[in-house]
């Protein structure tokens, strides 16, 4: 294969028909391939049925767990998330199977009703505005934009999100009242926030007062090499100086366990935990103690957690590989029309092709049988100002399928490419 930035345009058209009756031959398969969520495949969730072993239902202290109360959540439940995410028991809120609501549910009240510092609700500030990371996880972002929170976009880096625009922004702005954080293993691009990105988040100045950080660890144990990369504690960095009612962290055991009958948690200081918990109360007696305690006897500690997410690791890495290897097959020799991540841990590997690509890319696998992410959906209001990312998920589908996949996707990515280049030579 040549470079495709140095083809003259009689190289691109020839190129072109090559490609054509590559992806008619993808056509003629007839596949059904599905890589547009980052879901545990059914490999994964086996690992965890003998959770369902137990059928214990008293708690340490006696409670029993088929009744009502508890609203935080049980005791054991508390420690076992408190020592994965490196908090104490009594900061941390047990609820459901979705940390996605916990966020919802925050934003919700500090749109009604605000928090213990607020001016007032969010919802009576002239446009209430969050920074959000770019590319970042398009749920987060479904949220504000559900409320009419207007949403700036902050680049993102390899360290973390571009601090000085957080913190330049943040420090002038008293209607920006949060920002989206996936700090380890970011969703998509599998980055880490730095040392030195938490701690600045830890210690910035804010015009709002009730400027909150939903810190969302979603993949917190969820390691894809041997190195286990671990961030500061945001919860107990932000004590020296202040700060930590403005932090909420999350996590959960939907891609550890079960995504739809598995356990959340929140994080938060001793007075968030308290104004949480009255504002829940209105809304919820307790949540599923019977599941926290199932997790808990399955899970143990967060050694066990880390044993169990092995078990993951071995199962996802052939198909992480996958892709990153036909991609360095079948783009690179191209030049420089494609780049992509390579993860040390979480869910997913984001790809950059050329700027104006990325949808033309995204209907050409689906015209052939997969879909993808749709282009865009990694930023506010899914629009991607370059039209040059997508978000490719490699864990629900076989390794077989994987690999099916990636070939398709080096097709779409070429086809797309050359149509462009021919284009911009017309």
Request: charged share 25%; with cysteine; hydrophobic share 40%.
């Amino acid at each position: 294969m040549a470079n495709y930035l140095e083809m003259t345009r009689e190289e691109l058209m020839e190129e072109e028909r090559r490609l054509q009756k590559a992806y008619k031959a993808f056509q003629d398969l007839d596949l059904h391939l599905n890589m547009a969520r980052g879901k545990p495949g059914p490999h994964q969730m086996d690992l965890a049925m003998d959770l369902f072993k137990t059928t214990n239902y008293t708690a340490e202290d006696g409670t029993d767990a088929r009744n009502y109360g508890n609203l935080e959540g049980l005791y054991e439940a508390r420690k076992l998330f408190g020592d994965v995410m490196g908090v104490k028991p009594e900061n941390v809120f047990v609820g459901g199977n979705s940390s996605l609501q916990l966020m919802y549910f925050l934003v919700s009240i500090g749109y009604t009703f605000g928090f213990p510092e607020s001016p007032c609700p969010w919802s009576q500030v002239d446009h209430p505005k969050f920074l959000c990371p770019v590319p970042g996880y398009d749920r987060h972002f479904r949220i504000t934009e559900e409320f009419g929170i207007d949403m700036i976009n902050v680049p993102m880096t390899p360290e973390g999100p571009d601090m000085d625009m957080v913190e330049k922004l943040a420090a002038e702005d008293p209607s920006i009242k949060g920002i989206w954080c996936v700090p380890q293993y970011s969703n998509p691009d599998g980055y880490t926030y730095s040392d030195e990105t938490v701690r600045r988040f830890a210690s910035m100045k804010t015009a709002a007062p009730d400027f909150k950080i939903f810190w969302d660890e979603a993949y917190i144990v969820h390691h894809l090499t041997d190195e286990i990369i671990e961030t500061p504690v945001l919860l107990e960095e932000s004590k020296p100086y202040g700060n930590e009612d403005r932090v909420f962290m999350f996590t959960s055991t939907s891609k550890i366990t079960f995504p739809g009958a598995g356990v959340s948690a929140l994080a938060c200081s001793d007075r968030m935990m308290k104004y949480v918990c009255k504002r829940f109360e209105v809304m919820i007696i307790s949540y599923d103690k019977m599941n926290q305690l199932r997790h808990v006897h399955f899970l143990k500690n967060k050694a066990g957690v880390l044993a169990h997410m092995l078990k993951h690791r071995r199962r996802l890495v052939p198909c992480f590989d996958a892709v990153k290897t036909t991609f360095a097959q079948k783009l690179t020799p191209c030049g420089d029309i494609a780049h992509w991540t390579n993860p040390k841990g979480g869910y997913f590997i984001s790809l950059y092709v050329m700027p104006g690509c990325a949808k033309r890319v995204a209907q050409l696998c689906k015209e052939a049988g997969l879909v993808l992410t749709g282009a865009g959906a990694a930023f506010p209001y899914g629009k991607d100002p370059e039209d040059s990312h997508l978000r490719i998920a490699p864990t629900y589908p076989s390794l077989s399928e994987v690999e099916q996949a990636s070939e398709l996707m080096t097709v779409c990515v070429r086809l797309a490419t050359v149509e462009h280049l021919l284009a911009e030579k017309a």
